[in-house]
């Protein structure tokens, strides 16, 4: 009897143990498994597939991607543009000196810090501020009027200095998810004022012509800008198209006091006006 009851507890014990293993051990067959384990597991599976297949994204990232917004609405907008010229050009034309359609070598630069704020997402407002000077030379240059030759001219050189400040509108439109590109527009009305010289021998006689020039235009500027962090981008732009109207003024060595009034249109891609910039938003 005894023995019996010894049997029987030794045959509890292992039927227990064997059923235990069952309901612990996941397998391959359809057997149970501890609900909490399996919960553990697929929770730290799926947090390490998270980590390497997720981009973990700050909030304000998070915000530009769901704004789609390059620039967000309410940022303030500084920046800073620069270009720098070197060329020859074949279609040079000289305030006042006759030079027309010359051929001269041309370097110069441009120096145009600006401010804005974005009124809406992609779309700033502002006041830009500039600087510019453009140098040429050419060694010989003639005149001719009705095919009858007029003026001589030797070591031609030319400079003049310009200062500018416009009011100016940009949009962005992106063109990636990520954000990171974006195509621009700037619209810009503004006035330009300054002056130069032409220096020569004309006629093998030292030649002097200084000028001054006047003008308000409206002008298109198109470029692409790349995000170096959510506040900081690289901008390339191109000048495109201008309409002028300008008030020019010279006075030369033969003692001629000339005032003159122009009204242009410039609709070619302006080579001349290529800049590189970089702006900061916050």
């Known amino acids: ?28 067959q359809g057997m149970s498994i501890d609900p ?26 998070q915000r530009r991607r769901s704004l789609r917004a390059f620039v967000p609405q309410g940022n303030w907008v500084y920046g800073l543009g620069v270009g720098h010229l070197t060329m020859n050009s074949s279609h040079t034309d000289l305030v006042f000196s006759g030079m027309e359609q010359a051929d001269m070598r041309l370097k110069g630069f441009t120096f145009q810090p600006y401010m804005g704020y974005a009124v809406g997402n992609n779309c700033i407002i502002g ?41 100016f509108w940009r949009g962005y439109v992106p063109i990636d998810s990520k954000l990171r590109w974006a195509f ?20 093998d006689t030292a030649f002097r012509s200084n000028f001054s020039l006047n003008q308000i235009g409206l002008a298109i500027r198109p470029g692409i800008a790349v995000a170096l962090t959510n506040h900081a981008s690289i901008d390339l732009s191109i000048g495109l198209a201008n309409l002028n109207y300008a008030l020019q003024h010279e006075k030369n060595r033969d003692g001629d006091n000339i005032k003159d009034q122009e009204f242009r249109i410039n609709s070619l891609i302006d080579i001349a006006n290529i800049q590189c910039g970089l702006t900061l938003n916050y």
């Open 1 to 28: 009897m005894f023995i019996k009851k010894i049997a029987l507890l030794l045959g509890c014990f292992l039927l227990a143990q064997i059923g235990w293993a069952q309901v612990m051990t996941p397998t391959q």
């Open 36 to 61: 909490a384990r399996l919960y553990l597991q697929r929770k730290s599976k799926g947090k390490a597939m998270g980590q390497q297949n997720e981009e973990v994204l700050d909030p304000l990232t």
């Open 184 to 203: 621009f527009t700037d619209i810009t009305l503004g006035y330009q004022g300054g002056s130069g010289y032409v220096l020569s021998d004309r006629d």
């Open 127 to 167: 006041l830009r501020a500039g600087y510019s000077q453009l140098d040429g030379e050419k060694p010989f240059f003639t005149q001719y009027e009705d095919e009858a030759l007029v003026h001589t001219y030797r070591n031609v050189d030319y400079t003049h200095t310009f200062y500018n400040a416009e009011a």
